[in-house]
């Protein structure tokens, strides 16, 4: 069985209407996630909640060569995805707007990928859920910088409340995610220690990685299109098993 270690996939779909293909990758899943997808009304949320589905079932089928449509992926109480199977493996999952991400690793991780929205308020949003210091820090910056260090931020914070299993719910405003830039952090929260790191790889987004142990990857990053999806993912899920070989912002193979 190959390895598990800690990576970062970020795939960028076509989003192409609801159609044929569409429907086809729909099939590849068990009967209970079909219904899940299935009551998005709009076709981009659909497509990426399909996509979201089928990446972790593609890595374990690399690692047991097990059909898709058998692979049964439960949820914890805050909704994390996980593996009954396989209690070493861990993954999760965030998807907004053209991406969709995927981490994985031998202990809990946590990922989260924002779209930029240019019409929110962003000050009401640091004063209703950010730290004090988190909304002082902010305060510093002009507004389109605050506006990109806002997403920064909210997204190293999500990443770790995926991390742990809280979900927002656990509290934004529990701890303090500040980064100066997008190198590795370190925070204790709740009395464990995790590791934050941002990724300014993807222009009008937000990035960001936590996991219980340091040296966090570059991201690989790859495209898919509905009708040669599962071809186009199977070079990328295979290079994740050797992300330490990935070189920075590498494309997939």
Not at 29 to 51: G, K, M, N, T, V
Request: net charge neutral; hydrophobic share 45%; charged share 25%.
């Amino acid at each position: 069985m190959a390895t598990i270690q800690t990576g970062l996939l970020v795939v960028e779909l076509a989003l192409e209407p609801w159609g044929a293909a569409q429907a086809a990758l729909l099939d590849q899943l068990p009967a209970e996630e079909q219904s899940r997808i299935l009551r998005y009304r709009r076709d981009a949320d659909r497509y990426r909640s399909l996509a979201a589905a089928l990446l972790p079932r593609l890595v374990i089928t690399h690692q047991r060569a097990q059909p898709l449509a058998q692979i049964h992926v439960e949820r914890g109480p805050s909704g994390k995805p996980f593996y009954p199977d396989n209690p070493q493996l861990h993954f999760n999952l965030s998807h907004s707007g053209h991406f969709v991400a995927l981490a994985l690793g031998a202990s809990p991780v946590g990922v989260d990928v924002e779209q930029v929205r240019p019409t929110r308020d962003w000050d009401a949003i640091a004063k209703r859920f950010f730290a004090i210091d988190e909304q002082q820090w902010l305060a510093r910056f002009d507004p389109t910088e605050r506006r990109d260090r806002f997403v920064a931020l909210w997204s190293r914070k999500e990443s770790l409340l995926k991390a742990t299993g809280e979900g927002v719910a656990g509290g934004l405003s529990t701890f303090c995610a500040i980064a100066e830039d997008d190198a590795e952090i370190e925070i204790d929260h709740r009395g464990q220690r995790w590791f934050l790191r941002s990724y300014p790889t993807l222009p009008g987004y937000g990035l960001a990685l936590c996991t219980g142990a340091p040296g966090l990857p570059q991201p690989l990053r790859a495209q898919a299109r509905a009708a040669q999806f599962l071809d186009d993912l199977k070079p990328a899920i295979a290079a994740l098993f050797a992300m330490p070989r990935v070189a920075a912002d590498a494309k997939a193979p």
